[in-house]
């Protein structure tokens, strides 16, 4: 008898806005962007981690990434979103699920994600432990990331038992 593998498919959402502070760094993907403006978050912000990790408890079933790790715990403030997704995927492996892949399509007018879309998928696949894409993607103008405001991204991942 041939055994059924359970798939899931989990899909997930981050969008973050920029700030002005000077003591904070935009991080996609791991990446730190120099001279670019930060985005404003509890954590430090990385919206291709929040939302692969986001993706990743909706598949399994467990809730959200504001569930997990609130912005009212300081236990959270500037944490390492790569680190927070590693902790998410253990979770995942831990019922027994197999993460498939996943791919984050980044949505930004800036900064330029191509030169470091290697790094970025690396260091993602790293922390999630399986395959991930990055993708990325303008706004042509519309809306407010359009109008440079922040930077938005959506992720599917697969999962397997």
Same mark, same amino acid.
């Given at each position: 008898?041939?055994?059924?593998?359970?798939? +899931?498919v989990?899909?997930g959402?981050d969008v973050h *806005?920029?700030?002005?502070?000077?003591?904070?760094?935009l991080?996609?993907g791991?990446v730190t962007?120099?001279?670019?403006r930060?985005?404003?978050?509890h954590?430090d912000?990385d919206?291709?981690?929040?939302?692969i990790?986001d993706a990743?408890?909706?598949a399994?079933?467990?809730g959200?990434?504001?569930q997990?790790?609130p912005d &009212?715990?300081p236990?959270?403030a500037?944490a390492?979103?790569?680190?927070?997704? +590693?902790?998410?995927?253990a979770?995942?492996?831990?019922?027994?699920w197999?993460?498939g892949?996943?791919?984050a399509?980044?949505?930004c007018?800036r900064?330029?994600?191509?030169?470091h *879309? &290697?790094?970025?998928?690396?260091?993602l696949s790293?922390?999630?432990?399986?395959?991930?894409?990055?993708?990325?993607?303008?706004?042509?103008?519309?809306?407010?990331?359009?109008r440079?405001?922040?930077?938005?991204c959506?992720? &599917?991942?697969?999962?397997t +038992?």
């Amino acid at each position: 008898m041939t055994a059924i593998t359970e798939v +899931r498919v989990g899909q997930g959402f981050d969008v973050h *806005r920029f700030g002005v502070d000077p003591d904070r760094v935009l991080v996609l993907g791991g990446v730190t962007f120099v001279g670019e403006r930060p985005l404003i978050g509890h954590s430090d912000a990385d919206v291709p981690a929040h939302a692969i990790a986001d993706a990743l408890l909706a598949a399994a079933g467990l809730g959200d990434l504001g569930q997990r790790f609130p912005d &009212t715990d300081p236990a959270w403030a500037g944490a390492d979103s790569l680190e927070l997704l +590693r902790m998410v995927a253990a979770e995942v492996r831990d019922l027994g699920w197999t993460v498939g892949n996943a791919s984050a399509a980044v949505v930004c007018e800036r900064p330029k994600l191509a030169p470091h *879309r &290697t790094e970025m998928q690396a260091n993602l696949s790293a922390a999630c432990g399986a395959p991930v894409t990055v993708t990325g993607r303008r706004a042509e103008g519309l809306g407010a990331v359009g109008r440079v405001e922040g930077i938005a991204c959506w992720a &599917t991942v697969v999962i397997t +038992r």
